[in-house]
Nanobody, 124 residues
Framework: RVRLEESGGALVQAGESLSLTCTAS????????WAWFRQAPGKEREGVSC????????YLTDSVKGRFTTTVDNARDTLSLQMDSLKSEDTAMYYC?????????????????WGQGTQVTVSS
């Protein structure tokens, strides 16, 4: 059974940093692109980042460029999202996802599996 488990969500102050981790099991980690999505109350879920299996290609949505970094550790089957200079508008539930597609133009797509989410709250 596929399981994606996120951790690291917390309540932080604006300007602070936070690191999210997703641990995957039950699937061949290196056969997927890996993505972070987020959903704020009353808003649609948006793709924040994605990364190719090798880690050589990454996509970041415009609003987080220069502040967020995503990496994969294929030895540990984990995906990470380093979030710096957090803003109140980054407040959302963050979801890890296995994706078949990760493009420079549109980011992550064709998601096959989702995690349960971890809450990030940034107070201003």
């Amino acid at each position: 059974r596929v399981r994606l488990e996120e951790s690291g969500g917390a309540l932080v102050q604006a300007g602070e940093s936070l690191s999210l981790t997703c641990t995957a099991s039950g699937l061949d980690f290196q056969k997927y692109n890996w993505a972070w999505f987020r959903q704020a109350p009353g808003k649609e879920r948006e793709g924040v980042s994605c990364i190719s299996p090798s880690g050589r290609f990454t996509y970041l949505t415009d609003s987080v460029k220069g502040r967020f970094t995503t990496t994969v550790d294929n030895a540990r089957d984990t995906l990470s999202l380093q979030m710096d200079s957090l803003k109140s508008e980054d407040t959302a539930m963050y979801y890890c996802a296995a994706a078949k597609v990760c493009t420079m133009k549109d980011g992550p797509g064709l998601v096959t599996d989702w995690g349960q989410g971890t809450q990030v709250t940034v107070s201003s």
